[in-house]
């Protein structure tokens, strides 16, 4: 099974500042189509999980340009580029290439500072 | 527009069954992959079970042989049966539909706890 690692598990951050996660999967997330299946989903508080990047980088509808996502092969990043209020949560990163079993990293708590 | 509604959850004795329910609306369930996601409380996201459309089903070592995934045609909804529930299964459940190794729409979940 592929482990998702994700760093940091609490990142508290100043508003308008910019955050950043950091998700590692124990082997290539390089798909034999040549595609890595990469995901970030984002949860509020008392909600369900949504995602906003598929394919490592590519931004969901309604997503602020303010995410963004990049990586290859085994390391991954969600970036947010000025943190907003509306941005509290938790994110996971998930991997959609070696499946079943389907897997996510532990999730990172993004808080306001 | 797509929507995932859940429902069928409640409090359940350990060893009991219980039987979850994703009413799909804006998209064919037999056409697609579905999966269920659980969330126990104040812990991360963990993968149950997926259906492909073709039919065949997957499941996580830890449900292996207690849950049963299932889908009906006619009614566009997706089932999971859990049999002999236990205390650690204690968790919100999330359906969801999976396109390119991804999940693009999650319902809101409904929320399973074991306990006697």
């Known amino acids: 099974d592929v482990v998702m690692t994700q760093s940091p598990l609490s990142l508290p951050v100043t508003l308008g500042q910019p955050a950043s996660i950091s998700c590692r999967s124990s082997?290539?997330?390089?798909?034999?189509?040549?595609?890595?299946?990469l995901n970030w989903f984002q949860q509020r508080p008392g909600q369900s999980p949504r995602r906003l990047i598929y394919?490592?980088?590519n931004r969901d509808s309604g997503v602020p340009d303010r995410f963004s996502g990049s990586g290859s092969g085994t390391d991954f990043t969600l970036k947010i580029s000025r943190v907003e209020a509306e941005d509290v949560g938790v994110y996971y990163c998930m991997q959609g290439t070696h499946w079943p079993p389907i897997t996510f990293g532990q999730g990172t708590r993004l808080e306001i500072k | 527009e797509v929507q995932l509604v859940e429902s069928g959850g409640g409090l359940i004795q350990p060893g009991g069954s219980l039987r979850l329910s994703c009413a799909a609306s804006g998209f064919t369930v037999s056409n697609s992959f579905m999966t269920w996601v659980r969330q126990a409380p104040g812990k991360g996201l963990e993968w149950v079970s997926v259906?492909?459309?073709?039919?065949?089903?997957y499941y996580a070592d830890s449900v292996r042989g207690r849950f049963t995934i299932s889908r009906d045609s006619s009614k566009n909804t997706l089932y999971l049966q859990m049999n002999s529930l236990r205390g650690e299964d204690t968790a919100v459940y999330y359906c969801?539909?999976?396109?390119?190794?991804?999940?693009?729409?999650w319902g809101q979940g409904t929320l399973v706890t074991v306990s006697s």
């Open positions: 969801a539909r999976m396109l390119f190794g991804s999940m693009d729409y």
């Open positions: 394919k490592v980088s």
């Open positions: 082997q290539s997330l390089v798909h034999s189509d040549g595609n890595s299946y």
């Open positions: 259906i492909y459309s073709g039919g065949s089903t």
